[in-house]
């Protein structure tokens, strides 16, 4: 019995994270109380207090929670990087992003409401994330590493996938396998493109 009732528990809290998760996303973190939150998931304030403490731990829950999961995605899958890595990588976080697009959100816009001590360790964790894609592109261009250009062109890479959730539906004319290898042929194309520049050209001068 005690196990159902903590499954149970469970459940329910993320119900609430999720509620909250779009709550914040559409409407902002300021502009959201605890209130208009427990109306919108249909239930009294006094019981989402029960699940959680305050909107803080709320917005610390939806953002940790959501790098914890893209850590957990980034993880390598053997000890060795090969060129098929970050094709892995780029359909793996997509997916996420498709699946978390008002986490993402949240994490992109609000996290500059939490401590700063929850920010830096959210930050360092977004940084594993980071290193992750950024050892992939060197493993798979070593023109690019010895430029010392593979965290550049993450960040590039990331700059066009970080707002997915402004603008992509699954439910649109691409699909999340089309898009994610839409933009796994367009980061390929251009991470050639700038490792023949490298290969090419004197060291520390990138030509179109």
């Known amino acids: 019995m005690p196990r159902g009732r903590a499954a ?20 902002g973190y300021n502009s959201t109380t605890m209130s208009e939150l427990a109306r919108a998931l249909g239930m009294s304030k006094a019981l989402l207090y029960h699940y959680y403490a305050d909107k803080y731990q709320l917005l610390l829950a ?16 053997s000890t060795s990087q090969t060129e098929t890595e970050l094709p892995r990588l780029i359909a ?26 929850d920010q830096r360790r959210i930050r360092r964790k977004e940084k594993r994330v980071v290193n992750a894609f950024a050892h992939a592109i060197a493993a798979a261009y070593p023109a690019l590493a010895t430029q010392q250009l593979e965290k550049p062109l993450t960040m590039l890479l990331f700059g066009m996938i970080n707002w997915l959730f402004t603008w992509f539906r ?4 691409l699909g999340y396998t ?31």
């Open 170 to 173: 699954a439910e649109g004319r």
């Open 62 to 77: 939806i953002a940790e929670g959501h790098i914890d999961r893209l850590t957990a995605v980034v993880r390598p899958t």
């Open 8 to 27: 149970k528990f469970e459940v329910q809290r993320e119900t609430i994270l999720q509620g909250a998760a779009e709550a914040f996303a559409l409407h």
């Open 92 to 117: 793996r976080i997509m997916q996420e992003y498709t699946q978390a697009r008002f986490h993402h959100q949240v994490l992109v816009q609000d996290i500059k409401y939490l401590s700063t001590t």
């Open 178 to 208: 089309e898009m994610a290898s839409l933009v796994t042929q367009f980061a390929k194309g251009g991470l050639r493109a700038t490792a023949r520049s490298c290969t090419s050209r004197a060291p520390g001068i990138i030509t179109p």
